[in-house]
């Protein structure tokens, strides 16, 4: 018997050996080891055999059966592996069809310039605050020592509002700009984001330092001007804020935008509302500031920067004490306080910063720019 | 301003050393406040190659009727042919000859050519083509124009003779600097900027009283108007009219003034060297002798020199002579009075105005002239003896004038004498720059300025001591303060080369956005996460959208705020509601091929009433709107996603059929508590088509209400270890019951095990009866401390069918 055992296991593991399918393996298991199967019948055949036969045979028959087990499982577990494996290569895709698509979102080019900026001067330390678009002329350009005469108040430089039939009449100024038939225009939609200075201080005692970013309106329409766009604003005022401390603030904020190599460059000029004014020139983030492209073949002269090396990014000033005066409180004595103003175009940042040379088309919101842009 | 750079040099030394080109100037300048719009040239471009040549032979060409060939000196070996096409050239003639190699002011290079078969080599030239003046009828006959020219050598350049050709800058002169729209004061920055030396004022030491006295024989003025400050006038006989001299028409030209005869090129070079306007009166055309100044009488008539009738309104300032109005005061003459080819005698008027008279008066006529934009500006009364006294030189040089009488010298109480000087501390420089400039270079800084400087106590020690001031006329306008003056010195001295510093934040609180501010954010930041494209459309709209919007006339979305002077009729007043420039965007978009448009923007809308906030002003709000081309569900979960990120609970729809721009069926109110926040539905397709969208889906937020309810946390609940119980439920209502009452109703019921119920899907049709519909719901049920039994799951169960059973007749759906 134990001669037929042997036989057996070695039949056993042979076929299980040559086995390469786990249908061919089921069927060898159940041919094997199952019910009906010359093993297990052998083995129930043991009781039959005298006893001192039995253990052995017994043994031997448990150990056979064991052995083959154990080697279908082994084998299955290879057999199994391949097979999926070629089921998985059998299943394969052309990765470079396209993905299922997601709708795609994204920010306008105003917005995303407008959180940049907002960032870097909250990090600077203002504050972000923001203010109406509809205006006093006393806001917009008395309370801002603007000159009766100032030609920034002539209807062809900012957008007066028709008189209204229910608003209250405002005071005007005299020599304000007067409709066709000789009324006063009270208000219009402001030209700037400076009438937030004096509203702030208005408001709230120094130390203030803030931000207003927010849309204003000029009646300009070209490339490079159209009659919305969007300034931002800054103001701090305190006991010993100097010109120092605005080219210090301003220098930071054209190294945050423009690239940490960047210098400015403080040019004096005239606004009505600081004394002194300087506007801000920043050195050519597309030359390096050397007024040639020495990135391009020829060294041709720098097309942003005009071969100047310098770009006007912004005006601003030390706060003009009339216009402290102006807020009418004690805690804005202007022999007490003092601090610097400014305004930035943020298209003019945008167009500078992503290479536009025409504004419209961020008004004209085609998506296929937008999507481009965001 | 145009500063051409021989003039310049007239007045300011650039001679050097070191010598100062056109573009050192421009840059000085540019740095010290003065910016230069552009650096032209003007005139030949090659200005050496044109010399003066002589005619020795002027033959008529063989093969053309119009054309001379002409044999001409210029200084070679050999005479040079040209051919020559001016009616004029002549044998003996001195000229001026482009020598091949020219490049002409046009860009026109001068090359051998040959014409009709004849060899040319140059042109002669015509003054408008060397750009010194208009005449073109034939060539510069020098030898008509300049006392010698029959002694310059051929071959001499021209520019040597006359000069034709220069460097201009082209300056923008901001308002505060009227005295630079004069070149000497241009000249006087210059010599500030760069350190070269002025020289004296043309008027130097003419200006004071005049011997001859105040009167004029036969001519009366009388000034009625505070408006006029100061009124001088000359009398000159023996006048000729005539061309002015060549080099003043060269320098007028390269000024970008045209010339127009001896008399008025006078006023306009003397108003280019001074910064103040002259006008020249024919003086045997002002009736009566006699001029009065006054103001106007609303709906007065005046036709002024370029014809125009003006109709004047009060408070403008006219001149009168006896026959009425005869000029606009400081803005232009009248064509009654005016200087004519007969003119023999010339009554100079100079006087200073009140400057926002006259701005007023150009801005309602849209008459900015030179002279108007000068006098706009409020020039010191000063200025007019020097222009006086200038221009009485150029007059009795170059018109064969003759004074007669004295001058006349009214109006104004402007001569009150010099204004008490600023007085300017040391340390208050230092404390607003930021860096400080001592008493010796302030000094030295404000004197290359033409101010006057005194140190009182010039043992003062260094931070402690203080200027007097004093500002010449012509810089009185700008200058009355300390923080003028240190102005003057920050440009000048201190802002090249400040050392940046950073200022400390002394508000005991970090900077950072502002609750609402970070809620907007949050609210773009969702709608893009959900693949919407943001926009940003204009603020204006035409009068007609809320038409085109279905509003009627009483609808307080229908009441814009209109501007005085719009742009077009397509921008003319503000945008009552959002919807207007999102519908805008779409339709651009869709006729551009997009099909699938999700969009969406947050900006400003305005009404033509108070606004609450701010009585005196319009209604103005911050709003977002959403679009997409979907239904009202698609739009109503932008606005859960929206809300949600603004993590604001407990909002609802209410159904509204009565808001025109939308669907009657399919549009609802946006409530939050007992306010009304926005509205949100399909746009009715009326209203969709005046737009060429198809259905379209919006939602409009008033963000002034909704984002300062946005709380910045909402009160947490945990989770629990236990898992929750899930069940659906079908009940089948009447069509007329919400969906937010069967939810209302089986909340209630479900008791405090209830997690969550929602409904899943709405259904209507086969198996449904008529009127009825089917709300499948789903259910959550969650214990913090267990794990629910079957038992407690059915109790709910039944609890929530029982009382919907009870309250609206629902039935299970089988």
């Known amino acids: 018997m134990l001669d037929q055992i042997t036989e057996l296991q070695e039949a056993g593991l042979r076929a299980v050996a040559a ?30 055999l005298p006893p001192d036969q039995r253990g052995p045979a017994g043994k031997a028959a448990n150990e056979a059966r064991q052995a083959i087990q154990s080697a279908i499982d082994e084998r299955v577990a290879t057999v199994a592996a ?26 306008h080019l105003l917005t995303r310039v407008r959180r940049q900026i907002e960032d870097v001067f909250l990090g600077l330390g203002f504050d972000v605050v923001e203010g109406p678009e509809t205006e006093t002329v006393h806001h917009n350009f008395d309370a801002l020592n603007h000159a009766p005469n100032h030609p920034a108040r002539d209807p062809g430089d900012t957008f007066y509002l028709a008189p209204s039939t229910v608003l209250p009449p405002l005071p005007a100024a005299a020599g304000a700009p007067t409709t066709a038939d000789g009324g006063p225009l009270t208000r219009l939609l402001r030209t700037h984001t400076s009438p937030m200075q004096v509203r702030i201080m208005e ?35 305190d006991v010993d804020i100097t010109l120092a401390d605005l080219k210090g603030v301003l220098l930071s904020f054209a190294r945050a935008i423009f690239g940490e190599e960047r210098e400015i460059r ?43 090396g310098w770009i006007e990014i912004l005006g601003s000033g030390m706060v003009d004490p009339n216009v402290l005066t102006a807020v009418g409180r004690p805690a804005y004595d202007p022999e007490r306080v003092q601090g610097f103003a400014f305004g930035m175009g943020i298209e003019r940042i945008a167009m500078l910063r992503y290479g536009l040379d025409d504004l419209r088309p961020l008004y004209e919101n085609d998506l296929r720019l937008l999507g481009q842009l965001a | 301003m145009k500063a051409p750079l021989s003039w310049l040099g007239e007045l300011v030394d650039l001679a050097g050393p070191p010598a100062l080109d056109a573009e050192t100037v421009a840059h000085r300048l540019n740095v010290t406040g003065t910016e230069l719009d552009r650096l032209l040239h003007h005139g030949v471009r090659t200005p050496d190659t044109v010399v003066v040549g002589r005619v020795l032979a002027a033959d008529q060409h063989p093969d053309a009727d119009r054309l001379r060939v002409c044999r001409v000196d210029v200084g070679a070996d050999e005479p040079s042919q040209i051919v020559c096409g001016a009616p004029n050239v002549a044998a003996g003639q001195v000229v001026a000859v482009a020598t091949v190699g020219t490049v002409m002011p046009d860009g026109m290079k001068i090359k051998r050519a040959k014409l ?24 510069l006959a020098l030898d008509e124009h300049l006392p010698d020219a029959a002694a310059i050598a051929p071959g001499t350049r021209l520019s040597d003779v006359l000069p034709h050709a220069d460097e201009v800058l082209e300056l923008e002169v901001t308002p505060n600097r009227p005295d630079c ?7 006087r920055e210059v010599s500030a900027a760069t350190g070269a030396a002025l020289r004296p004022a043309p008027w130097e030491g003419e200006t004071g009283p005049d011997p001859a006295g105040d009167a004029i024989d036969g001519f009366a003025v009388r000034v009625d108007t505070p408006r006029c400050r100061r009124f001088t006038a ?25 010339s127009i005869n001896n008399v008025v090129d006078v006023t306009n070079y003397v108003m280019l060297v001074t910064g103040q306007p002259l006008h020249a009166f024919d003086a045997d055309r002002i009736a009566g002798g006699a001029l009065v100044v006054r103001e106007a009488r609303d709906g007065e008539a005046l036709t002024t020199l370029d014809e125009e009738a003006r109709t004047l309104r009060a408070g403008e300032v006219v001149i009168d002579d006896a026959d009425g109005p005869t000029s606009l005061a400081g803005v232009m003459g009248g064509d009654r009075s005016e200087v004519h080819d007969g003119t023999v005698r010339v009554l100079l008027e100079v006087a200073s105005w009140d400057g926002p008279t006259i701005h007023r008066t150009a801005q309602r006529l849209g008459l900015f002239s030179e002279a108007a934009t000068r006098n706009a500006k409020g020039l010191a009364p000063e200025q007019t003896a020097w222009a006086q006294a200038l221009a009485t030189r150029l007059l009795v040089d170059l018109a064969g004038a003759r004074r007669v009488g004295g001058t006349i010298d009214v109006g104004g109480d402007a001569l009150a004498g010099d204004p008490d000087p600023i007085v300017v501390r040391e340390a208050r420089v230092a404390r607003l720059l930021g860096a400080p400039v001592d008493r010796a270079r302030q000094t030295e800084l404000l004197r290359t300025l033409g101010f006057g400087v005194v140190d009182p106590d010039p043992t003062a020690a260094e931070g402690e001591g203080a200027l007097h001031v004093l500002v010449p006329p012509e810089r009185r306008v700008d200058v009355t303060r300390e923080i003028d003056v240190v102005e003057e010195l920050a440009r000048l001295g201190v802002v090249a080369d400040l050392t940046p510093t950073l200022p400390v934040r002394r508000r005991l609180t970090a900077a950072t956005l502002s609750p609402v501010q970070r809620a907007r954010r949050r609210v773009e930041d969702a709608l ?89 002003m319009p209604f103005e709000h911050a709003a977002l709107g959403v679009l997409v081309q979907d239904d009202l569900f698609a739009v109503k979960g932008l606005l859960d996603a929206v809300l949600g990120a603004l993590r604001i609970d407990g909002w609802e729809l209410e159904p509204v059929d009565d808001v025109a721009f939308l669907h009657p069926g399919r549009g609802a109110r946006i409530v939050l508590g007992d306010d009304v926040v926005g509205l949100l539905g399909e746009v009715h397709p009326t209203v969709a088509d005046r737009w060429g969208l198809p259905r379209t889906a919006v939602c409009l937020l008033d963000l002034d209400q909704a984002l300062p309810r946005a709380p910045e946390r909402r009160p947490v609940r945990p989770v629990g270890q236990f898992p929750d119980a899930r069940f659906d439920l079908a009940v089948v209502v009447a069509d007329d019951v919400s969906a937010r009452r069967t939810l209302e109703i089986a909340r209630g019921a479900a008791g405090p095990l209830l997690e969550d119920v929602t409904v899943f899907d709405a259904y209507r049709g086969t198996g449904i009866a008529d009127g009825h519909v089917s709300l499948a719901l789903h259910v959550r049920l969650r214990a913090a401390d267990r794990t629910l039994t079957d038992e407690e799951i059915g109790t709910v169960r039944e609890a929530i069918v029982a009382a919907l059973a009870a309250d609206v007749g629902a039935t299970l759906r089988g």
């Not at chain 2, 009709?116 to 208009?134: D, N, P, T, V």
């Not at chain 2, 080099?247 to 003034?257: H, N, V």
């Not at chain 2, 035409?542 to 006339?553: F, K, M, T």
């Open chain 1, 82 to 107: 391949a097979e999926l494996d070629v089921r998985l290569r059998a299943e394969r895709v052309d990765v470079t069809l396209p993905g299922r698509p997601e709708p795609v979102g994204g920010l």
């Open chain 1, 19 to 48: 086995a390469t399918t786990t249908d061919a393996l089921e069927e060898l298991r159940v041919g094997l080891l199952g019910r009906k199967a010359e093993l297990p019948n052998l083995l129930r055949g043991v009781r039959d």
């Open chain 2, 528 to 616: 893009v996460g959900r693949g919407l494209q943001e926009v940003v459309g204009w603020s204006f709209t035409d009068a007609g959208a809320a038409g085109r919007l279905g509003l009627a006339d009483g609808d307080p979305r229908a009441s814009a705020v209109r501007l005085e002077h719009p742009l077009s009729e397509d921008q003319a007043v503000l945008r009552p509601t959002i919807l207007v420039s999102l519908l805008d965007v779409a339709r651009h978009n869709r006729t551009r091929g997009a099909d699938d448009v999700r969009i969406f923007e947050t900006g400003t809308v305005f009404r033509d009433q108070p606004d609450p906030r701010r009585p005196d």
């Open chain 2, 181 to 187: 729209l004069g070149l000497y004061g241009i000249a």
């Open chain 2, 234 to 258: 000359r009398l000159f006989a023996d006048v000729t009219v005539g061309p002015s001299p060549l080099w003043m028409q060269a320098r007028l030209a390269a000024a970008g003034q045209r």
């Open chain 1, 203 to 237: 408001r709230e005692d120094p130390p203030v330092a803030v931000i207003v970013p927010g849309r204003v309106y000029r009646p300009d329409s070209d490339a490079t001007h159209t009659p919305q766009f969007h300034q931002v604003e800054g103001l701090w005022i």
């Open chain 1, 266 to 308: 403080l040019r004096p000029h005239f606004f009505p509302f600081t004394e002194p004014s300087v506007e801000i020139d920043v050195s050519c983030h597309l030359c390096g500031g050397t007024g040639h492209r020495t990135d391009v073949a020829g060294h041709p002269r720098c097309g942003l920067c005009k071969g100047t």
């Open chain 2, 116 to 139: 009709r078969g004849q060899a040319s080599h140059g042109m002669i030239c015509s003054a408008r083509e060397l750009g010194i003046g208009e005449q073109h009828e034939g060539i």
